[in-house]
Protein backbone atom coordinates (compact mmCIF):
# COMPACT_ATOMS: atom_id res chain seq x y z
CA UNK A 1 0.00 0.00 0.00
CA UNK A 2 1.02 3.68 -1.18
CA UNK A 3 1.89 5.96 1.89
CA UNK A 4 -0.51 8.81 0.26
CA UNK A 5 -3.00 8.38 -2.92
CA UNK A 6 -3.91 11.79 -5.10
CA UNK A 7 -7.39 11.62 -5.26
CA UNK A 8 -7.49 15.20 -6.99
CA UNK A 9 -8.91 13.98 -10.37
CA UNK A 10 -11.56 11.67 -8.61
CA UNK A 11 -15.02 11.98 -9.04
CA UNK A 12 -17.09 11.80 -6.65
CA UNK A 13 -20.13 9.71 -7.07
CA UNK A 14 -19.15 8.04 -10.38
CA UNK A 15 -20.44 4.43 -10.37
CA UNK A 16 -23.30 5.26 -7.66
CA UNK A 17 -26.69 4.43 -9.52
CA UNK A 18 -29.82 5.17 -7.43
CA UNK A 19 -31.93 2.76 -8.85
CA UNK A 20 -29.38 -0.31 -8.13
CA UNK A 21 -30.38 -3.07 -6.03
CA UNK A 22 -27.96 -5.24 -3.91
CA UNK A 23 -28.67 -8.94 -4.30
CA UNK A 24 -27.35 -10.67 -1.09
CA UNK A 25 -26.10 -14.52 -1.69
CA UNK A 26 -28.01 -16.80 1.07
CA UNK A 27 -25.97 -19.90 2.33
CA UNK A 28 -28.38 -22.56 3.01
CA UNK A 29 -27.43 -25.87 4.54
CA UNK A 30 -26.41 -28.55 2.43
CA UNK A 31 -29.54 -30.77 3.48
CA UNK A 32 -31.86 -27.82 2.89
CA UNK A 33 -30.32 -27.01 -0.19
CA UNK A 34 -30.61 -30.42 -1.82
CA UNK A 35 -34.49 -30.45 -1.01
CA UNK A 36 -34.97 -27.13 -2.65
CA UNK A 37 -33.05 -28.40 -5.93
CA UNK A 38 -35.02 -31.29 -6.02
CA UNK A 39 -38.39 -29.09 -5.86
CA UNK A 40 -36.59 -27.05 -8.22
CA UNK A 41 -35.81 -29.93 -10.52
CA UNK A 42 -39.82 -30.70 -10.46
CA UNK A 43 -41.38 -27.67 -11.05
CA UNK A 44 -38.73 -26.88 -13.83
CA UNK A 45 -37.24 -23.71 -12.39
CA UNK A 46 -34.47 -22.41 -10.92
CA UNK A 47 -33.86 -22.15 -6.75
CA UNK A 48 -34.30 -18.98 -6.96
CA UNK A 49 -37.75 -18.91 -7.95
CA UNK A 50 -38.84 -21.91 -5.68
CA UNK A 51 -36.93 -19.99 -2.34
CA UNK A 52 -39.07 -16.77 -3.16
CA UNK A 53 -42.47 -18.92 -4.05
CA UNK A 54 -41.69 -20.10 -0.35
CA UNK A 55 -41.02 -16.95 0.91
CA UNK A 56 -43.81 -15.13 -0.31
CA UNK A 57 -46.28 -17.93 1.00
CA UNK A 58 -44.78 -17.86 3.95
CA UNK A 59 -45.07 -14.12 4.09
CA UNK A 60 -48.87 -14.40 3.51
CA UNK A 61 -49.22 -16.73 5.91
CA UNK A 62 -47.86 -14.72 8.36
CA UNK A 63 -49.65 -11.34 7.17
CA UNK A 64 -53.06 -13.50 7.86
CA UNK A 65 -52.03 -14.48 10.91
CA UNK A 66 -51.68 -10.89 12.85
Same mark, same amino acid.
Given at each position: ????????? +???? !?????????? &???YLET?????????? +???? !?????????? &?????????AAE
Open positions: MKKEYNFST +AQRG !KFFREDATLN &LPIDTRAFLEGIA +AHKK !KDVSTVVNEL &LCSDRLIVE
